[in-house]
C-alpha cells in the first residue's frame, strides 16, 4: 500500500495545478471519509485505493492500484449483509422472494443513488475527461465507487462494521420506501404481457456496441410481432434490453394496445 501512496505522491506533484487531481495528503479529506463511514479510520491506504478511478492511473500505465479490486471485494461484502439481512428479516419468505429482493437491492441504479448521497464523487481520484462523461457513465462510476468503499470498510474496521454502514446508507431507506414490491423486471411484465393477448414473443437484438473494453455502451431493439419495438441503452446488455422492455411497454396505452 506505501507504492501507491509514493505513486499518488509524485502523480500530484507533477499535477499541482490541474484543478482534476485532488490532494490525497490533505487531513481533511479523511476526516471527511470517516464522517461518511461514520468511524474512524485505521488504514488510510484502504480508502485511497477505494477511491482511485482507473482513469487517474491510466496515464502511467498502471490500472492495477484502482479501485477495481476493492469494488471486487466489496461487491461480494455487500451481497453478504443484505442476503443476511433479508434471510433474518424476511423470515417467511422463500428462495425466490428472497433473490429478487437482493436482486433489487444491490441494483446499479439502487447503489449509485447511495453514492450520490454521500457525495462520493467529489471524494474520487479521477480524470476530468472521465468526469464529465456522460449521466450514465458518471452513474457506473459512482455504484464502483460504493462498492470498493465497502471493501475498504471490510478490510480496514470488519464485517461488523460494514453492517452498520451497509444497514444505515443502503438496507434501512431501500426496506422504508417500499421499493422491493415494485415489479422492475420489464422483461418479464413483457414476456407476460405478449402471452396474456396471445403474441408473439419478444425479440431482442443488439444495435450497436460502443465504448472502450471496460466501459461499453450496449443498443438493444426488443420487438413483438412487426408493428411496435422498444430501444435501450445500458452498459451491460441485461440492462439495456431491461430498458428496452420498459420502452416498449410505455408505448403501449393501458397495455390495451394491440400489438
Same mark, same amino acid.
Given at each position: 500500500?506505501?507504492?501507491?501512496?509514493?505513486?499518488?505522491?509524485?502523480?500530484?506533484?507533477?499535477?499541482?495545478?490541474?484543478?482534476?487531481?485532488? *490532494?490525497?495528503?490533505?487531513?481533511?479529506?479523511?476526516?471527511?471519509?470517516?464522517?461518511?463511514?461514520?468511524?474512524?479510520? !485505521?488504514?488510510?491506504?484502504? @480508502?485511497?485505493?477505494?477511491?482511485?478511478?482507473?482513469?487517474?492511473?491510466?496515464?502511467?500505465?498502471?490500472?492495477?492500484?484502482?479501485?477495481?479490486?476493492?469494488?471486487?471485494?466489496? *461487491?461480494?461484502?455487500? !451481497?453478504?449483509?443484505?442476503? !443476511?439481512?433479508?434471510? *433474518?428479516?424476511?423470515?417467511?419468505?422463500?428462495?425466490?422472494?428472497?433473490?429478487?429482493?437482493?436482486?433489487?437491492?444491490?441494483?446499479?441504479?439502487?447503489?449509485?443513488?447511495?453514492?450520490?448521497?454521500?457525495?462520493?464523487?467529489?471524494?474520487?481520484?479521477?480524470?476530468?475527461?472521465?468526469?464529465?462523461?456522460?449521466?450514465?457513465?458518471?452513474?457506473?462510476?459512482?455504484?464502483?465507487?460504493?462498492?470498493?468503499?465497502?471493501?475498504?470498510?471490510?478490510? #480496514?474496521?470488519?464485517?461488523?462494521?460494514?453492517?452498520?454502514?451497509?444497514?444505515?446508507?443502503?438496507?434501512?431507506?431501500?426496506?422504508?420506501?417500499?421499493? @422491493?414490491?415494485?415489479?422492475? !423486471?420489464?422483461?418479464?411484465?413483457?414476456?407476460?404481457?405478449?402471452?396474456?393477448?396471445?403474441? #408473439?414473443?419478444?425479440?431482442?437484438?443488439?444495435?450497436?456496441?460502443?465504448?472502450?473494453?471496460?466501459?461499453?455502451?450496449?443498443?438493444?431493439?426488443?420487438?413483438?410481432?412487426?408493428?411496435?419495438?422498444?430501444?435501450?441503452?445500458?452498459?451491460?446488455?441485461?440492462?439495456?434490453?431491461?430498458?428496452?422492455?420498459?420502452?416498449?411497454?410505455?408505448?403501449?396505452?393501458?397495455?390495451?394496445?394491440?400489438?
Amino acid at each position: 500500500m506505501f507504492a501507491i501512496f509514493q505513486r499518488l505522491k509524485n502523480f500530484f506533484l507533477l499535477k499541482k495545478n490541474n484543478s482534476e487531481v485532488k *490532494d490525497f495528503s490533505n487531513v481533511e479529506l479523511f476526516s471527511e471519509i470517516e464522517k461518511l463511514i461514520d468511524s474512524p479510520i !485505521n488504514n488510510k491506504a484502504y @480508502y485511497i485505493q477505494a477511491l482511485i478511478h482507473r482513469s487517474f492511473l491510466d496515464k502511467n500505465g498502471d490500472t492495477k492500484s484502482s479501485n477495481e479490486r476493492m469494488e471486487f471485494l466489496g *461487491d461480494a461484502v455487500l !451481497n453478504l449483509v443484505v442476503a !443476511n439481512f433479508l434471510f *433474518d428479516y424476511f423470515s417467511d419468505k422463500d428462495e425466490g422472494f428472497l433473490t429478487k429482493v437482493r436482486s433489487k437491492m444491490v441494483n446499479r441504479r439502487i447503489i449509485s443513488d447511495c453514492a450520490e448521497k454521500l457525495k462520493l464523487n467529489e471524494f474520487l481520484f479521477i480524470s476530468k475527461s472521465v468526469a464529465d462523461k456522460s449521466d450514465r457513465g458518471v452513474k457506473t462510476i459512482q455504484s464502483d465507487a460504493f462498492e470498493a468503499l465497502v471493501g475498504a470498510i471490510y478490510l #480496514d474496521l470488519g464485517l461488523e462494521s460494514c453492517k452498520k454502514f451497509i444497514r444505515k446508507i443502503l438496507i434501512e431507506p431501500f426496506i422504508s420506501s417500499g421499493e @422491493y414490491l415494485l415489479d422492475h !423486471n420489464y422483461k418479464s411484465q413483457l414476456l407476460e404481457y405478449t402471452q396474456s393477448q396471445k403474441l #408473439d414473443l419478444p425479440v431482442y437484438k443488439i444495435i450497436s456496441e460502443e465504448g472502450p473494453q471496460h466501459d461499453r455502451t450496449f443498443t438493444i431493439e426488443v420487438r413483438v410481432g412487426g408493428n411496435l419495438k422498444g430501444i435501450g441503452i445500458g452498459k451491460n446488455k441485461k440492462s439495456a434490453e431491461q430498458e428496452a422492455a420498459k420502452n416498449l411497454l410505455n408505448s403501449i396505452p393501458h397495455k390495451e394496445q394491440q400489438i
